[in-house]
């Protein structure tokens, strides 16, 4: 994303994740967001050391290039790699303050599942979160409920007072449900060779480079969101 993009009212939308790999939620995820906003572009942010889960299966390189296959069709999403190119754990916090000093006016969103909301507080430095980022939010069944110090940093609010302001609210969005986990597709890569979860291209991607081959039962589940 490039820091001439002055217009402030167009927010600057952020997915993170392991992505690994990308699936049909998290793509439909992007697009809901993306539209609730005004059609505003979502940019995928891959992360390369993730500090609070286990490491990625596929190589970063896999991942990026999977995310590439899975945003082509949709103009709304795309791929930024800066996590990926710095070095050391992928702290959300350092790609909040980079962007926020690129655009220091401008709506600034992440995205976020509900079970990582109910989280956040446990988040490396999310008390700086509010003056940098909105949060827009997605279902996702059996999440717990977020703790009130999160709550209270960020007023729950409408599409519209979100895009007024640069940070500080949350936006809470009915649909759709992240409610595919990355690890079970994993697992069933692993054991059947095959996932609906996936977009075909991506799927095709897999299978061409023996990615996924090998079971990961002994693995955390690490859904992204």
Known sequence: ???ADTKEAVPLILFGGTFDPVHRAHIGAARAVSKALG?????FL?????????????????????????TEPYPELLT???????????????TLTELRG???D??????????????????????????LCHLAVLP?????????????AFPTTDASRLLDHPAGLRL??????????SSAIRQRLAEKDHCTSLDDAVLAHIKQHGLYTVPNDARPDDEDS
């Open 1 to 3: 994303m490039s820091a």
């Open 39 to 43: 059609n505003a572009k979502v940019y």
């Open 46 to 70: 891959p992360n390369s050391v993730p500090p609070h889960r286990p490491q990625p299966a596929a190589s970063a390189e896999q991942r990026l290039a999977m995310l590439k296959i899975a």
């Open 80 to 94: 930024d790699d800066r996590e990926l190119r710095r070095p050391g754990p992928s702290w959300t916090i350092d």
């Open 102 to 104: 690129h655009h220091p």
């Open 106 to 131: 401008k709506p600034l969103v992440l995205i976020l599942g509900a079970d990582s909301l109910a989280t956040l507080h446990h988040w490396h430095r999310w008390q700086d979160y509010p003056a």
């Open 140 to 152: 996702r069944p059996g999440a717990a409920e977020p703790v009130n110090e999160v709550l209270q």
């Open 172 to 181: 809470m969005l009915s649909a759709p449900f992240l409610d595919v986990s």
